[in-house]
């Protein structure tokens, strides 16, 4: 059980990784100071699940400790197994690109430095330490390290902010934005990568959903101690969402300075890198700029928030694989050893795929969005099962199936699924919020039939 302080630490740094930091970046390099709306967008989502309790609040008054066991209890075992399906479906692709993006983030400010390290091989690396670790320390050391990366990384990042902020300051890079970027680096609703539908989609998914729908964090919200607990630390944790998004977004405003304004960072350095200088801007500017020892402790600090990171959705999606899937299945919920060696077969497969997958997937679009619309396929459904299940006393097993059904329609979204439609033209955010409103649709008119069909069949 989880007090207040431990709570907020393993809230906030679950979502605080490497390849946090990259997609941030990214966004802001490409962006400018508009990326800083994602971040609010967080802040505002995590705080409303905070002030009224949404969804976490009742989900602990259920006794359950994984999202598929609920559905189990609500809908029945068919629901629980299909929905865990669905749910690492999306997940496990969502982490797909986490392992790359962190190689080629640490390679990158590492070579600014003159050290040359192999992508590929460091990938290896990266995931063998990730597997052995999350199989042999379970749920504990998962805790364990995201309380430390979260120290670590938050000073090391401190550090940096403050350290760059000397060579590029504020206010020139303010002009560099507003001479390259236009209103648009200011202002995301006339940024035309962004706009009011991106805005809102923000708010779901950076906030409501990564706080209160997303595995990871919802886990640790029913390992918290005492329910009263839950929402002063998702009150609090909502400034760290805020940060998580706006601290690394900064940085990339401030490579985009860096390696735009006169006599800064070596652009052809940068250039070299290709369609990946987006990507790579950051941590060159990193390596290039900062002094040796700094640049050691931020690399430390940034291998810990792998780890952190890579354990939790390591054990996360292969707990739920093994626990909600085979063991209904094979009737070994309750076996532990079962269970302990089903997580960990599943951890090293999740980890082979990931390492597959980091090498072949060569989608059009940002890291960030390419993490919303995969989460999407997941969460398009689970919020609907999961808040109408909770708040809606005639939703039916009916109605969650055609939702889980419908809402997996979101993997249209994806970059080459859209092109392959010749959906090019249509936003990430407009087929996320259909797929929600063809989930909830499914779910009220199933739920609706079911009962219709049921009270039928009483008067009959």
Not at 16 to 24: F, R
Not at 198 to 209: C, R, S, T
Request: net charge neutral.
């Amino acid at each position: 059980d989880l007090g207040l302080g431990t709570a907020i630490a393993t809230l906030g740094a679950t979502e605080i990784g490497l390849i946090t930091i990259a997609y941030n970046a990214q966004k802001g390099f490409n962006e400018g100071f508009s990326a800083f709306h994602i971040g609010l967008a967080a802040l505002i989502g995590c705080a409303f699940v905070g002030a009224i309790g949404f969804v976490v609040k009742p989900m602990r008054r259920t006794g359950v400790l994984t999202l598929p066991e609920y559905y189990e209890q609500r809908f029945g075992r068919d629901i629980r197994i299909f929905g865990a399906i669905v749910m690492a479906l999306g997940g496990i692709l969502n982490m797909g690109l986490f392992l790359k993006v962190a190689s080629i983030f640490l390679s990158a400010m590492l070579a600014a430095k003159g050290v040359d390290i192999n992508v590929n091989l460091l990938m290896v690396v990266l995931i063998a330490g990730a597997v052995l670790y999350t199989c042999y320390g379970g749920m504990r050391s998962v805790i364990i390290t995201d309380v430390f990366q979260f120290i670590l990384l938050s000073a090391g990042l401190l550090f940096a902010v403050v350290f760059l902020s000397s060579l590029v300051p504020f206010d020139q890079a303010i002009s560099i934005v507003r001479e390259n970027k236009g209103a648009g680096g200011f202002d995301p609703i006339v940024n035309e990568n962004f706009g009011l539908s991106y805005v809102l989609w923000m708010i779901l998914v950076a906030g409501v959903v990564s706080a209160s729908i997303w595995p990871t964090a919802l886990t640790r919200a029913l390992c918290i101690e005492k329910e009263e607990t839950v929402q002063r630390a998702y009150l609090i944790a909502s400034v760290i969402f805020l940060a998580r998004m706006v601290v690394p977004a900064f940085l990339g405003v401030l490579a985009f300075a860096y390696f735009a304004g006169p006599s800064l960072g070596p652009g052809e350095l940068l250039a070299s890198y290709g369609g990946d200088s987006d990507l790579v801007a950051t941590p060159l500017m990193l390596g290039h700029a900062m002094p040796g020892w700094l640049l050691a402790f931020l690399a430390v600090a940034m291998f810990a928030s792998f780890m952190s990171t890579q354990d939790s959705y390591l054990f996360c999606w292969a707990s739920i694989l093994s626990r909600d899937v085979l063991g209904p299945i094979f009737g070994t919920v309750e076996n532990e050893r079962a269970q302990k060696w089903g997580t960990r077969a599943f951890i090293v497969l999740i980890a082979l795929y990931e390492l597959y997958w980091g090498l072949i997937y060569d989608g059009g679009e940002d890291i960030w969005d390419y993490l919303a619309v995969s989460g999407s396929i997941y969460f398009c459904s689970g919020i609907v099962l999961l808040a109408g299940g909770l708040y809606w006393k005639g939703a039916t097993r009916r109605g969650a199936l055609w939702a889980l059904i419908l809402g997996f329609s979101a993997i249209v979204a994806l970059a080459p699924v859209k092109t392959a439609l010749g959906l090019d033209g249509v936003s990430s955010p407009v087929i996320g919020f259909a797929a929600i409103g063809l989930s909830l649709f499914g779910f009220v008119a199933g739920s609706l039939s079911e009962g219709r069909a049921g009270r039928m069949q009483r008067r009959g």
